[in-house]
């Protein structure tokens, strides 16, 4: 096995970029909603809450976007008794509610984008117009 690897990374434009579509999304919908990008560490690139968006909305679309990064799925398909094993061992950032999704670059996992605060249907649509963004190479 080699010594390194060659690996691609989510850059701060493109979690821009994502953000700028969700929020069109969001607004189109009549929505106001967080939203998050990290990056395939799980760590947070670019984070916004609406004005409007709902207390805590930020703080589970991060969970959201951790969630389909780490795990390299979108969030809320997980079965029911896989949650709490998962909750634990993500130290309380696993979340099986939808509206997080990979971000995958010529089939590696560069990063998730999320969103929340409005309901999971609306949440769903407004992370894929987020990451429908980027021009990808799955």
Same mark, same amino acid.
């Given at each position: 096995?080699?010594?390194?690897? @060659? ?119 407004? @992370?894929?117009?987020?990451?429908? @963004? ?5």
């Amino acid at each position: 096995m080699p010594d390194f690897i @060659a690996t691609h990374r989510l850059t701060h434009e493109a979690a821009l970029k994502m953000i700028a579509a969700g929020i069109g999304k969001a607004a189109e919908l009549g929505c106001q909603v967080s939203l998050a990008v990290v990056d395939a560490s799980c760590q947070q690139i670019a984070v916004v809450k609406m004005d409007g968006a709902r207390l805590f909305s930020l703080r589970a679309t991060i969970k959201k976007a951790l969630t389909a990064a780490s795990q390299r799925v979108p969030t809320g398909y997980a079965p029911d008794e896989d949650v709490v094993s998962l909750q634990i061992r993500m130290d309380g950032d696993f979340t099986n509610v939808p509206g997080g999704f990979p971000v995958v670059h010529n089939g590696q996992v560069v990063g998730a984008v999320a969103a929340g605060g409005a309901t999971r249907e609306e949440d769903v649509v407004i @992370a894929e117009a987020a990451l429908a @963004a980027l021009i990808r190479q799955d």
